[in-house]
């Protein structure tokens, strides 16, 4: 799969996802970072309160009607790709989406207070790590989904407890987020197996 | 040259059979109706030789790519186009995707749509036609098309072999020149 394939894939399924769901994940991110900055949360504290809220709202995007309805479309399904060329393709969008939310709340929290951008770091990744987990609930029905959604969540607190934790130092929230990367890893593994045996009937 | 193998195959769901086994020989330039006892057969059914659904048990092949293992290279040669799929989202992304899944030129490929779109229309049915034949194809597989259609995109790929997966009338009928394969259920 060449660059220009994941982005063309990339570009269609982002104009499927909700454009207003992304406007308000924005506005309510910076509402939570401001929100964050006012209260006597320390930063550390608040990025692992942005960090959930975030994997919430990843979640949210990746089991939406219109990313369901995409990771289902018979339309890519027709396409000759493999099942791991298509995860990569349809985690970009979501995965773009996830991330607003705590940059969002990372500006808010900015504007207040001074930030050490290695905090911000770890809310970011719990919602990668999210979104990538909850894609593979697209593929799936009822306690099968909710499952997933359950692990994504689970994964993110798992991350924001490390991180609180952990020692308050830029190279412990480097290290905590990085832990994020074989959770996503393996995630978008799974995704692409789940999309390569996966036959679209569920309509019937 | 054969363009689609179909050897016993069948889908099964949940311990429920939902096509029953089938056998299926099409060759380049021929035309062949498969009816099916429901729509819902009919539907898988064209999935399968397509290479979207692979079968429960039996084989697919399509240009001798086996579905079930070479489904990317199998997906090359064939133009499916589905009956009752959701609107694609936008037409132009969604071409650019094809374009460039089947390393096209962005300019060919509206081309061949625009020659589909010409001559089917603006419906979902002839854009999802559309997208489908955007690339040169042996074989293309048809849900359930309108009266019609078949004979159209003969016209417009005259060497490709193209299946209509359909559901049974009371009496099968069969078009002329065409091979009916009857309904196995």
Redesign the interface.
Known sequence: MNARTLTALARWHLGRLATFDALAACALGFLLGTLCAWSPFGERTAAALVALSGAVFAIAFASSPGAVRSARSLFLFSAPLYGRELARGLAIAPGLLAALFPLAACAGWSLERQTHLSSWLLPVMCALVASLIALSATLRETWRAALYRALALCAAAGLAALSLLSRDDAASHVAVALLALPLGFFALRAFGETLARYDPVTEF | MTVLRIVRAN?V?AGEE?VAPFDLDLRCGERATHFSADA?AA??TA?IA?A???PTTGSAYVADFDTRLQ???A??C?A?V?A???E???FA??L???????DLERGETLRRAGEVTAVLGHGLYAR?AA??LCHETSLIVLERPAPGVVETLALLRPRAAILCSHVAPGNLETLAGERAVEALR
Do not use: M
């Not at chain 2, 650019?96 to 089947?102: C, I, K, N, Q, R």
């Open positions: 889908f769901r939902l819902r539907a898988l999935r397509a979207v659904v692979k489904a990317a290279q997906k090359r064939v499916f589905p009752n799929e959701s694609p989202g936008n992304r969604a650019d995707f094809y374009a460039a899944a089947f999802n997208l489908a």
